[in-house]
């Protein structure tokens, strides 16, 4: 298999979890250099992410201890679908707990090809994009994928 293409750096404005990365308000992706990544890319009012998001959480919860770091990004401002104000009121209410911020920029969705709502990128401990997933992850799928980045 070809190596995986590098994950784009980015700046990360953190609603919550900022305890489970450094206790910076902001982290960079670069700045997790080192850890696999989840990196949920959602929107408030999009009932397919809203669906998922407590999968996430039972990921985080199960394999944090190994290093692992879900990272949900919204982009709810750019898409149309959201806003901060309600991206921190429905993680308040669905009470998750692992680390998720809002884009800073459209620019993300190009650079890892969010074309639909959900996109969920795995990345590798060296930093290497190892899959993107478009669309709704059930847990089954999400572990198998997620293992992949613990082996």
Same mark, same amino acid.
């Given at each position: 298999? +070809?190596?995986?293409?590098?994950?784009?750096?980015?700046?990360? +404005?953190?609603? @919550?979890?900022?305890? #489970?990365?450094?206790?910076?308000?902001?982290?960079?992706? =670069? =700045?997790?250099?080192?850890?696999? $990544? !989840?990196?949920?890319?959602?929107?408030?009012?999009? +009932?397919?992410?809203?669906?998922?998001?407590?999968? *996430?959480?039972?990921?985080? @919860?199960? #394999?944090?201890?190994?290093? $692992?770091?879900?990272?949900?990004?919204?982009?709810? +401002? *750019?898409?149309?679908?959201?806003?901060?104000?309600?991206?921190?009121? *429905?993680?308040?209410?669905?009470?998750?707990?692992?680390?998720?911020? @809002? =884009? !800073? %920029?459209?620019?993300?969705?190009?650079?890892?090809?969010?074309?639909?709502?959900?996109?969920?990128?795995?990345?590798?401990?060296?930093?290497?994009?190892?899959?993107?997933? %478009?669309?709704?992850?059930?847990?089954?799928?999400?572990?198998?994928?997620?293992?992949?980045?613990?082996?």
């Amino acid at each position: 298999m +070809p190596d995986p293409k590098p994950a784009a750096d980015f700046r990360f +404005p953190l609603y @919550q979890g900022s305890e #489970h990365i450094g206790g910076a308000d902001e982290v960079t992706l =670069a =700045a997790l250099a080192g850890h696999p $990544l !989840v990196l949920n890319f959602w929107a408030p009012l999009c +009932p397919p992410c809203r669906a998922e998001m407590p999968e *996430f959480e039972r990921l985080w @919860q199960r #394999h944090q201890d190994e290093g $692992l770091i879900v990272l949900g990004v919204d982009v709810g +401002p *750019f898409t149309g679908i959201g806003d901060r104000e309600m991206a921190v009121a *429905f993680l308040d209410e669905i009470d998750v707990t692992y680390p998720a911020g @809002q =884009a !800073v %920029s459209a620019q993300i969705m190009q650079d890892y090809r969010v074309l639909g709502m959900p996109t969920t990128v795995f990345v590798t401990r060296d930093g290497g994009v190892l899959r993107t997933w %478009s669309g709704a992850l059930n847990g089954e799928k999400l572990e198998e994928l997620a293992s992949l980045l613990l082996q």
